[in-house]
């Protein structure tokens, strides 16, 4: 168990719609990371958080969107899905970015019809 | 963007010290070396890490070149368990820029024959 919870394990939704999955990090780490893994594209680094604030954004779409809360949880916003948005999203923390070890959650697969 | 080079795949025998290479010939001074591993349906989890000298804990050693171009990772007696994909991964200590993201290239799968 790495501490870093991910909500929840599994979504099944349709095209065009919205869906939040969401993510604890473990206690006291104030980064977190979000990353997209799909099968012809590997792991893919969505965007980071340190401590409330934006950090940096890889290849996050339009249509997706995250926050992370005072309480440090973060939340990852994905509309208008389409097909090609089926993957697992998993979710990263640590203390701070750089020279510390990331723990991953196990991550949600979405699945879109 | 990953600025690591590794084998796409690797065989060895259980029991037996696996040594899974990895190059990165534009490292900065700054660059800490992770490595990280991915067993199938699972998250990826945190192997080791250093900057200059070789390191050990109680998963694996990493030896890292003296001019820092390359590094391996070293399993020590391979067992079913490690099967997985190993990312070798520069990761930026200056984390007050905007750096210090895991940036995941391909990896190399390792399988581990009974």
């Known amino acids: 168990d790495s501490g870093v919870t991910q909500t929840p394990k599994h979504l099944i939704t349709a095209t065009g719609q919205r869906v939040t999955l969401r993510c604890s990090p473990r206690?006291?780490?104030?980064?977190v990371y979000w990353y997209q893994q799909s099968l012809d594209q590997g792991l893919q680094f969505l965007i980071q958080?340190?401590?409330?604030?934006?950090?940096a954004k890889g290849n996050i779409l339009e249509r997706f969107s995250a926050q992370q809360f005072p309480d440090l949880h973060s939340e990852l916003n994905l509309s208008s899905l389409e097909l090609g948005d089926s993957a697992l999203y998993f979710c990263?923390?640590?203390?701070?970015?750089?020279?510390?070890?990331?723990?991953f959650g196990q991550g949600t697969r979405l699945t879109v019809v | 963007d990953a600025k690591t080079t590794q084998p796409n795949s690797m065989e060895s025998n259980e029991e037996e010290p696996v040594h899974l290479p990895c190059n990165h010939s534009?490292?900065?001074?700054?660059?800490?070396i992770h490595w990280y591993r991915q067993l199938p349906s699972q998250g990826p989890e945190y192997v080791i890490h250093?900057?200059?000298s070789n390191v050990n804990n109680r998963m694996a050693s990493l030896a890292i070149a003296e001019d820092r171009k390359s590094s391996t990772l070293i399993l020590h007696r391979a067992t079913l368990r490690d099967a997985a994909v190993y990312y070798c991964?520069?990761?930026?200590?200056?984390?007050?820029?905007?750096?210090?993201?895991?940036?995941f290239g391909k990896g190399t799968k390792l399988s581990v024959k009974p």
């Open positions: 990263a923390s640590s203390v701070v970015p750089g020279d510390t070890e990331a723990f």
């Open positions: 206690s006291g780490d104030l980064s």
């Open positions: 958080y340190y401590n409330g604030e934006e950090r």
């Open positions: 534009t490292i900065s001074g700054t660059d800490y």
């Open positions: 250093g900057l200059t």
């Open positions: 991964i520069l990761r930026d200590a200056d984390y007050g820029g905007s750096q210090g993201n895991l940036i």
